[in-house]
C-alpha cells in the first residue's frame, strides 16, 4: 500500500487528453512539491515534472503538472504511442521523514 | 553528458551482505542529494535512502538499520551497503541525483540484487 495513491491504469486514444491524479495528505503532498516520473518499459525513470509544475530541459510542453490541497494531477495532452508507460508520482513526507512513491499508473495508448 | 553507474549487486543468500556503488561524472557531484531507489519485479518504484551534500541520511522504514548509505565526494561516488538480506530486498537499484530540489533528475541504469537460497 504505497503512500500516495495513484489509479493503476489511464488509457486514452492518440491526440486525446489523459490525466492521472496523485492523492496524498498534508505530510507530503499538502506541504511539498510534487514530481513526477515517467518509465518507459525496460529502461530507468526519467524526470518529467519537478516542483509540482515545472518540466526539465527537454520535456514536451504536452505534459503538464498541477496540485490542489493533498491531490496533485498530470496532463498528457495530444497523447502520442511514445507516452505509453508507467508513471509514478513522488514527495517528500515531513512526518515520516521519507521520500514516499505514488504505486504508478500504466499509460496506455488505444 | 551526464552519467550515473551502478555496480555491485548480484546473487546472495538470505542474510547476507553486498556493497553497491554508483560512480557519477559530468555533475558537480558534491552539491548533489544522491538517492538509491528499487524495483522488484513487475513493481513499482520504492525509495530506498538519501545522502545529502553535508552526508546527512535518510531510510526507508523497511530497511533502517540494515542497510547504510554513504558517499565519498572526491570519487564522485555514493555506496549503499545491503546487510542482512531478505527475500523481498530482491530487485533492481537505481541511483538518483538530486540539485537543489528539482527532482530526481539523473537515473542510472540499475544494478540487480537477488536474495535466495
Known amino acids: 500500500q504505497s503512500v500516495l495513491t495513484q489509479p493503476p491504469s489511464a488509457s486514452a486514444t492518440p491526440g486525446q487528453r489523459v490525466s492521472i491524479s496523485c492523492s496524498g495528505s498534508s505530510s507530503n503532498i499538502g506541504t511539498k512539491t510534487v514530481n513526477w516520473y515517467q518509465q518507459l518499459p525496460g529502461t530507468a525513470p526519467k524526470l518529467l515534472i519537478y516542483?509540482?509544475?515545472q518540466r526539465p530541459s527537454g520535456v514536451p510542453d504536452r505534459f503538464s503538472g498541477s496540485k490542489s490541497g493533498t491531490s496533485a494531477s498530470l496532463a498528457i495532452s495530444g497523447l502520442q504511442s511514445e507516452d505509453e508507460a508507467d508513471y509514478y508520482c513522488a514527495a517528500w513526507d515531513n512526518s515520516l521523514r521519507v521520500w514516499v512513491f505514488g504505486g504508478g499508473t500504466k499509460v496506455t495508448v488505444l | 553528458e551526464v552519467q550515473l553507474v551502478e555496480s555491485g549487486g548480484g546473487l546472495v543468500q538470505p542474510g547476507g551482505s553486498l556493497r553497491l556503488s554508483c560512480a557519477a561524472s559530468?555533475?558537480?557531484?558534491?552539491?548533489?542529494?544522491m538517492h538509491w531507489v528499487r524495483q522488484g519485479t513487475g513493481k513499482g518504484l520504492e525509495w530506498v535512502s538519501s545522502i545529502g551534500p553535508a552526508g546527512e541520511t535518510f531510510y526507508a522504514a523497511s530497511v533502517k538499520g540494515r542497510f547504510i548509505i554513504s558517499r565519498e565526494n572526491a570519487k564522485n561516488s555514493i555506496y549503499l551497503q545491503v546487510n542482512s538480506l531478505r527475500a523481498e530486498d530482491t530487485a533492481v537499484y537505481y541511483c538518483?541525483?538530486?540539485?537543489?530540489?528539482?527532482?530526481?533528475?539523473?537515473w542510472g541504469q540499475g544494478t540487480p540484487v537477488t536474495v535466495s537460497s
Open positions: 516542483s509540482d509544475n
Open positions: 559530468g555533475i558537480t557531484f558534491s552539491g548533489y542529494d
Open positions: 538518483a541525483g538530486e540539485f537543489r530540489q528539482k527532482g530526481f533528475a539523473y
